[in-house]
C-alpha cells in the first residue's frame, strides 16, 4: 500500500510541474504581448488617422492619397498592378467614390504593359478616363495616364 502511495505522490508531482511550466510559459508569452503592444501603442499614440496610415503602408498610402488628389471622384479606373491582394483592394477601397477595373496581370512578365497593348474599344466602352500603373515588386513603377476614347492626354508620373 506504501508502494502506490509513493507512485500516487509521484504523479501528482509530476502533473504539479508540467502544470507550473505550463502556467510560466503563458505567463512569458503574455508578458512579451503586452510589451509588444505597449510599444505599438506609443509609437501611434500621437499620430493622426492619415499619419498612421502612412507609418503602416509606407509608400503605397502616399501614392493613394496622391492618386485621390489627382483622379477626379467621378472618374472609371484602369488599374494595372503586379499585386493581386491587399494593395488593389487598398487602392480600390480608398479611392472611392471612384470606379475601379482590374486588369488581370501575367506575373512572368514581371513590367508594366505597354499602353498600345491595351484594347481600347474597351476603354472607350467602359468609359475609362484614367489608368493607373502600380508595379512595385519587381520595379518601382507608379505613374497615372490619363485617356480619352483610347488616347493618352496626359500621363502623370509619381
Known sequence: MSEQSGT???K???ILICLVVFFLQALITIVSEVKHDYS???KFSGLSDDGKRASLFGNL???IRWCGRTIPEQANILLLTDDTGSDALYLSYHLYPR???FDSFDPIRQTPPDLNQLDGEWLTL???GWIIFRFAKEVD???IVQIEEGRIIQEIPY
Do not use: H
Request: net charge positive; no cysteine; proline share 0%.
Open 8 to 10: 500516487q505522490k509521484i
Open 12 to 14: 501528482k508531482a509530476l
Open 40 to 42: 505599438v501603442f506609443q
Open 61 to 63: 498610402y502616399e501614392f
Open 99 to 101: 470606379k475601379l477595373f
Open 126 to 128: 467602359k468609359s475609362i
Open 141 to 143: 513603377y507608379n505613374k
